[in-house]
């Protein structure tokens, strides 16, 4: 991302003076999809990928914003109560909300932002819009008093509450915490987290996008985390002595005696869930002997699970993940949320172009689509450039 070009574009949009810049990236995961709001682990790392801002307090109430790359222009007071039309704008001012929430003095300010995370393939920008201003907030206003676990979750509020999406915390949280080089173990009950170095040696991390873009996504992706708290409410009628928080304090016995009081809808997404939890400790351990193969297969795990149980896929990612494992690439799934967006593969070096060759043939010849294929790069996580 240019520094040249996000600052270019201020000075000509504004007053001609300069501000604060700020970055904030996108994320991958390696495994563990929708575990987050079930309290359970994921294992994310922030991508080289992200969104930079410029902004400068400008001494009025109002925030003007412009957004680059779509060049469009938002404009709302600090106090407004009334959300902005514009999807991109709800999103900076959730943020705008959310931090005073937290205690932050936000003034009005002038601001444009620009991104490279390619959008809908599930490296979450939203994450990282959002995080780049909660992180420039309180550094302009707020002497960075907001913790960053505070940012992470003025993110999460800011779906919630503005934008409609009952996400978890994976995608704030890899954005703000990421480091060059690191993938991330996070408790997301406990919210402690290591860091693994990302060094699989012989083997690539690489997207592929399948181009697909569900429009009804954020109504499926809350209609999974309702069916999850729909078994997690039978679970605690069954056993009210367990003081039982999220789907992960339950075990797979547990889960079988409440078979005949949920939907067998609801029961295919919770078994989902906790196989999930499994593979993602699985892999843990597999990361620490190296056995990449072990990771792999958890990966084609995670994939069917996501496919047949918790139905997030679609036949396009379905068809990546199939060529993937005609391929003998170790390691496939869709990563993400799902409803279309991107494969990630865990490839052996010496495969890697004659895979990325196959998939790209085969996808343009069944859907007459140019594929799109992103090496994984682990960046760092949200920071001040200047
Ligand atoms: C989306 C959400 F934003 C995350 O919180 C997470 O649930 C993910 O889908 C699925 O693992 O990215």
New binding site residues.
């Given amino acids: 991302m240019d520094i040249e070009f996000v600052r270019s574009r201020f000075i000509k949009h504004f007053d001609g003076k300069t501000g604060n810049i700020y970055h904030s990236p996108g994320r991958i995961?390696l495994i563990?999809?929708?575990?987050?709001?079930n309290g359970g682990f994921?294992f994310p790392g922030a991508v080289d990928k992200g969104i930079m801002c410029e902004i400068r307090p400008n001494g009025t109430g109002k925030v003007l914003a412009y957004a680059i790359d779509l060049k469009d222009k938002v404009e709302f007071g600090v106090d407004d109560e009334t959300v902005p039309r514009t999807s991109w704008a709800r999103y900076l001012y959730g943020i705008v909300q959310e931090m005073k929430k937290r205690g932050v003095d936000v003034k009005g300010f002038n601001t444009a932002f620009a991104g490279d995370v390619p959008l809908g393939t599930?490296m979450?920008s939203?994450?990282a819009l959002e995080s780049c201003y909660a992180y420039a907030i309180n550094d302009l206003f707020g002497d960075n008093k907001v913790s960053k676990w505070d940012i992470v979750l003025a993110g999460?509020a800011t779906?919630h509450n503005y934008c409609g999406?009952k996400?978890?915390?994976?995608?704030?949280f890899a954005s703000v915490f990421g480091k060059a080089g690191k993938l991330m173990c996070l408790d997301c009950r406990s919210h402690e987290f290591e860091y693994f170095p990302f060094e699989m040696k012989g083997y690539k991390l690489v997207l592929l996008d399948s181009g697909v873009k569900h429009e009804l996504a954020s109504s499926a992706?809350n209609d999974r985390r309702k069916s999850c708290e729909n078994v997690l409410e039978a679970l605690k009628q069954r056993y009210p002595e367990k003081n039982m928080e999220t789907l992960r304090d339950a075990d797979w016995d547990m889960l079988v005696s409440v078979k005949d009081i949920v939907s067998e809808e609801d029961m295919r997404r919770a078994v989902f869930v906790l196989g999930e939890k499994d593979r993602v400790q699985a892999v843990c351990k597999a990361l620490t002997e190296n056995d990449f193969e072990t990771v792999g297969k958890k990966m084609y795990e995670t994939h069917r699970g996501l496919s047949e149980d918790y139905e997030v896929s679609c036949e396009e990612l379905d068809y990546l993940n199939s060529i993937a494992n005609d391929n003998g690439v170790t390691g496939s799934r869709i990563m993400?949320?799902?409803f279309g967006g991107c494969t990630i593969n865990l490839v052996k070096e010496e495969i890697y172009d004659s895979f990325i060759a196959d998939a790209k043939d085969k996808y343009m010849n069944r859907y007459g689509k140019q594929l799109k294929v992103y090496d994984v790069v682990i960046g760092d996580g949200s920071r001040k450039i200047c």
């Fill in positions: 995961n563990g999809e929708h575990t987050d709001y994921v599930g979450s939203s994450a999460q779906e999406v996400c978890g915390i994976m995608d704030q992706y993400g949320g799902g």
